[in-house]
């Protein structure tokens, strides 16, 4: 009796961790199921396939560094296997190179947005910032 005691609460342990971990995150107490790691790393292959294919201008360099270098990456989950994802490189400390996936993940559904961006501003002997145009205007917040 006793071996068959042990048996079932290891099976019942076994099928628990099996099934439980790893696959579901809660948020604000609503349970959502999550991309396994081959789906991670096939978003990541898609990130950097749809980047590298994006008609960005791209020395080889940056090429190479994109396909070789692990981005940053942010996922957000608002449903099963959906949510917002997000691959960010950073090369030399000067250019970003962004990709954005809206929806549900590797789907036709999903929306994309691939972009890259100068991080260091080249300017002309004379000529202002543009951050320097930035300006706070005074708020009156007792006006009504």
Known sequence: MMKKIILLIFFA???LFLCGCGEYIIINGVSYRVLSEDEERAMLSFARMTL???GEKMTAQQKNFIR???PKIRIS???DKSG???Y???FNDEILFRLNCDGEFLTDSMAVNARKVNLVENLKKGEKSNLEKLTLKEM???KK
Do not use: C, K, V
Request: glycine share 4%.
């Open 13 to 15: 342990l076994a099928n």
């Open 52 to 54: 590298l294919n994006s």
């Open 68 to 70: 070789t270098q692990t």
């Open 77 to 79: 989950y608002t449903g």
């Open 84 to 86: 917002r994802a997000s």
């Open 88 to 90: 960010e490189w950073i």
């Open 140 to 142: 009156d917040f007792d």
